[in-house]
Structures are given as structure tokens and as C-alpha cells.
């Protein structure tokens, strides 16, 4: 069966920001440096301080990773949240999405840039970011940027965290022929061909046909009108005797009309299992 498309499809990308006294703010002690300035020297430009030891003024987190089979129920949302510390007045923080189909790095989906939102919140800042509508299979993660403003508007510390991944694996149904087993009825002259047909895949799988070839000859097609994930099927069918030595083949869906994850729909031969008349 054919890999299943990658095609980028709409996403919603949503923020929310809340700020203010939710949590004790990490104010840990730090001393400014001022510029030094000496006679016939430029004075120096002071550095952006690293952040302060003690509690985590920044966080990255995973708040949800919801997994479904409706492409519209599958959810991802990430958040940054930071403290205050000693010597800023305001807070920003982007959040940057980040997308990996199976077998590819991570890039930046179209719209998942984030932009600097910015708070004066006096203790915490989080800001939270919702995705939905996501493709799978892919993998979903965020890379949260945060900055400490003082009262003119420079930046006196900086801090970047990744967020862990929310992996959505994926959710089409994979079709396979389990077996096929055969007895003769009607006096010999004919074979009733039994075969277990099985959905090993993450979704259900919509009405597909199985056809069975005997001799070389394809038979009529059996239909399958569904089949639930995870489950199987047994179908009948009466056919010529398969004559000894030759293959007896199986195949679900050989006209691809499902979307099938990677590596379902493959047919399954066997010698034929009955015995030789001779």
C-alpha cells in the first residue's frame, strides 16, 4: 500500500497568557554591574546577566498531548512560564512550534513562528500555546524563549528550554491476510477457502474487498464492510480445487481504495493446502 500522504493540512495555533500572582516568584538576589568608566576610555557595555541560581525562574512544559483517529481531535499545548528577578520590570516569552513527519528533523510548520509576548506582571508570567487539527504521523515539541526586561526596555537576562515531544502516532487501519486454510466440499469438486483477515492498525478501516486468486484465476471479490482496530475478520469463499504444488493467494484492498498505514494491504500465498488427488 502506498505511504500514507504528508501533506501539511490547517492547524489552529492559539495563545493564552496569564499573569500575576499565581506563584511566588523566583526574586533570588542579583547585583547589577554598572559601566565602568575610566578617563580616555569607552566605557563598556554590561552583558546580559545570566539567570540567578536558586528556584527555576523559567519552565518549559507539555501540558497536553492528546491522540486520536479524527485528525480535528488531535491536540498539542505547550507553555512557558517564568518568575521575576531582581533588577527587571517586564517579561516576554515566544514559544516556537516545532514539526517532524517520521524520518525527518524537526522544522517550523507554517505558522507555528512564535512572536514576544510581553507582560508586567510583578511575580509570574505563563504564557500557553494550543495546537489542533495536527497531522500524524508527527511529532510535536516547542521551543520556549524568555526575556527580562528593565524599566528602559533592555534585556538584563535571557533563557531558552526545549519542551518535551508530543509524539502523535499514526492512526490508519493496516490491513493483512492472517491465514488460509481450505476442505473440499460438494463431493471433492470444489474447495471452500477460508481466510482471516486482520486490522493490526491504530483506526478503523471502511468497506475494502478481498480477492482471492485460485489456479491463477482471480475469484469474485469478498467485501468487507469494516473492520474496528485491532480486530479480525473470517471470510468464506467457494472456489475451484487448487491444483497440487500451486499457490493459493490472498490480498485485502488490491485496488487500494483505503488509506492504509505504511506496509499494510500486502497479499499473502500459500501452497495449496489441500491434499493431492493423485
Given at each position: 500500500?502506498?505511504?500514507?500522504?504528508?501533506?501539511?493540512r490547517?492547524?489552529?495555533?492559539v495563545?493564552?497568557?496569564?499573569?500575576?500572582?499565581?506563584?511566588?516568584?523566583?526574586?533570588?538576589?542579583?547585583?547589577?554591574?554598572?559601566?565602568?568608566?575610566?578617563?580616555?576610555?569607552?566605557?563598556?557595555t554590561?552583558?546580559?546577566?545570566?539567570?540567578?541560581?536558586?528556584?527555576?525562574?523559567?519552565?518549559?512544559?507539555?501540558?497536553?498531548?492528546?491522540?486520536?483517529?479524527?485528525?480535528?481531535?488531535?491536540?498539542?499545548?505547550?507553555?512557558?512560564?517564568?518568575?521575576?528577578?531582581?533588577?527587571?520590570?517586564?517579561?516576554?516569552?515566544?514559544?516556537?512550534?516545532?514539526?517532524?513527519?517520521?524520518?525527518?528533523?524537526?522544522?517550523?510548520?507554517?505558522?507555528?513562528?512564535?512572536?514576544?509576548?510581553?507582560?508586567?506582571?510583578?511575580?509570574?508570567?505563563?504564557?500557553?500555546?494550543?495546537?489542533?487539527?495536527?497531522?500524524?504521523?508527527?511529532?510535536?515539541?516547542?521551543?520556549?524563549?524568555?526575556?527580562?526586561?528593565?524599566a528602559?526596555?533592555?534585556?538584563?537576562a535571557?533563557?531558552?528550554k526545549?519542551?518535551?515531544?508530543?509524539?502523535?502516532?499514526?492512526?490508519?487501519?493496516?490491513?493483512?491476510?492472517?491465514?488460509?486454510?481450505?476442505?473440499?466440499?460438494?463431493?471433492?469438486?470444489?474447495?471452500?477457502?477460508?481466510?482471516?483477515?486482520?486490522?493490526?492498525?491504530?483506526?478503523?478501516?471502511?468497506?475494502?474487498?478481498?480477492?482471492?486468486?485460485?489456479?491463477?484465476?482471480?475469484?469474485?471479490?469478498?467485501?468487507?464492510?469494516?473492520?474496528?482496530?485491532?480486530?479480525?475478520?473470517?471470510?468464506?469463499?467457494?472456489?475451484?480445487?487448487?491444483?497440487?504444488?500451486?499457490?493459493?493467494?490472498?490480498?485485502?484492498?488490491?485496488?487500494?481504495?483505503?488509506?492504509?498505514?505504511?506496509?499494510?494491504?500486502?497479499?499473502?500465498?500459500?501452497?495449496?493446502?489441500?491434499?493431492?488427488?493423485?
Amino acid at each position: 500500500m502506498p505511504a500514507p500522504s504528508l501533506t501539511p493540512r490547517p492547524r489552529s495555533f492559539v495563545l493564552a497568557a496569564v499573569c500575576g500572582l499565581v506563584l511566588a516568584g523566583a526574586a533570588a538576589a542579583q547585583a547589577q554591574r554598572g559601566a565602568s568608566t575610566t578617563t580616555g576610555t569607552t566605557p563598556t557595555t554590561p552583558a546580559v546577566a545570566p539567570l540567578p541560581s536558586g528556584p527555576r525562574p523559567a519552565m518549559a512544559s507539555l501540558d497536553v498531548c492528546q491522540v486520536a483517529v479524527a485528525q480535528a481531535d488531535r491536540v498539542a499545548t505547550f507553555s512557558g512560564e517564568m518568575g521575576a528577578i531582581s533588577g527587571a520590570k517586564s517579561m516576554e516569552i515566544k514559544v516556537n512550534v516545532l514539526e517532524s513527519a517520521p524520518g525527518s528533523g524537526f522544522t517550523t510548520p507554517p505558522g507555528g513562528a512564535g512572536t514576544w509576548q510581553h507582560s508586567n506582571a510583578s511575580k509570574v508570567y505563563r504564557l500557553v500555546r494550543n495546537l489542533t487539527n495536527l497531522d500524524a504521523p508527527a511529532s510535536y515539541k516547542a521551543n520556549v524563549s524568555f526575556r527580562w526586561l528593565s524599566a528602559q526596555g533592555k534585556v538584563v537576562a535571557r533563557a531558552s528550554k526545549h519542551t518535551p515531544t508530543c509524539v502523535l502516532p499514526n492512526e490508519d487501519p493496516l490491513l493483512s491476510i492472517s491465514s488460509i486454510a481450505a476442505r473440499l466440499v460438494d463431493r471433492g469438486q470444489q474447495a471452500d477457502y477460508h481466510v482471516l483477515v486482520r486490522n493490526s492498525g491504530r483506526g478503523p478501516a471502511t468497506s475494502f474487498p478481498v480477492v482471492l486468486v485460485v489456479n491463477g484465476a482471480s475469484q469474485a471479490p469478498l467485501t468487507v464492510p469494516s473492520l474496528a482496530a485491532h480486530t479480525t475478520i473470517a471470510l468464506d469463499e467457494v472456489a475451484p480445487v487448487c491444483t497440487a504444488g500451486s499457490s493459493v493467494t490472498a490480498e485485502p484492498d488490491p485496488q487500494h481504495t483505503i488509506t492504509e498505514a505504511a506496509g499494510g494491504g500486502q497479499p499473502l500465498s500459500i501452497s495449496c493446502p489441500l491434499p493431492s488427488s493423485s
